[in-house]
């Protein structure tokens, strides 16, 4: 799992403790169920059997991979559209290729975010590059959708590039754990350190590495929801240590801090805890999803529908990127 790595011993530490600190409980822990996604890559369903109220404001993640991929295998999506949302891919390995109908684009690769706010409507496509369909190799990644209040539902489209190196990296109190804050922030002894993504929804996002036998104790904010997900390894969530491993998400109640502890065995292929720690600012309002549009209403939904065929979300690129197929 090559995302960013950083000696823990040199970087700003999370804030332990305070005396009137509380520990968020545990409300759940659901295990994803696996599936296929786009042209047939495989994910991981995370947040299925979670109520939206207590996923608010996220409306959907699939951990993308893990997998090696043989030469000819490697899948994404085509072109489709989206409106109403952000949609958040996080390359913890591999690589991952995007386009869209606003101009927005790149590599996305070992670490690297793309941050796509779909809002009034657009059209893209998330492929692996033509020389990974080739050769075959490691994919793994995590799709996030963040939704956006009613005010911003018709925003205009942006794109955000934030390159593994640019993502905030900072420890837990013994040194035991690498926090990457891809969005959000966090109170440490140097002060509010902040991640690089831009959000219209105020969120958390971080990614988690916590040596065997070590713990994270991380501050967070109290207006926050707050949810656990095991990308990899065996550990343990909240105060009382409730038991969680890969696949499983832990939903967590009100409180300050978010505590997170690795088991002190893991297996050889997966020496330490990832887990990602993320939440939002609940927003509250109806949500009516339909495929790739997230809206307040059925006949908002079906609006987006009849614009879309309309093409009122732009259109696809003359030098379109298009899914490769090995020859």
Sequence with gaps: MPAVTADTLTLSRVRPPAADDTERPVRSITTGPRGYEGEGFPVVRAFAGVSAADLDPFVHMDQMGEIEYQPGEPRGTDWHPHRGFETVTYMIDGRFAHQDSHGGGGLISDGATQWMTAGSGILHIETPPA??????????????????????????????????????????????????VIAGEFDTADGVQRGPGATHTPIT??????????????????????????????????????????????????????????????????PALEVLLLGGRPI????????????????????????????????????????????
């Design 131 to 180: 020389e990974l369909v080739e050769s075959g190799g490691a994919f793994h990644g995590i799709q996030l959708w963040v939704n956006l209040p009613r005010a911003d539902k018709f925003a205009a489209p942006r794109y955000q590039s934030i390159e593994g190196g640019e993502v905030r990296l900072l420890s837990s109190s013994d040194g035991g754990a690498l926090l990457r």
């Design 205 to 270: 996002l971080a990614h988690a590495t916590v040596e065997p036998g070590a713990e994270l104790n991380a501050p967070w904010s109290r207006d926050f929801n707050a949810l656990v997900y095991v990308l990899s390894g065996r550990g343990s969530v909240g105060p009382v240590r409730h038991p969680i491993q890969q696949g499983q998400l832990a939903v967590l109640g009100p409180g300050d801090r978010i505590t997170v502890a690795a088991d002190c065995g893991q297996d050889s292929h997966r």
């Design 284 to 327: 509250r309002e109806p949500v009516f999803h339909y495929g790739p549009f997230v809206m307040n209403s059925k006949s908002e939904v079906i609006t987006a529908l009849e614009d879309f065929q309309a093409g009122r979300f732009g259109a696809i690129p003359p030098d379109a990127l298009m899914p490769h197929r090995a020859g």
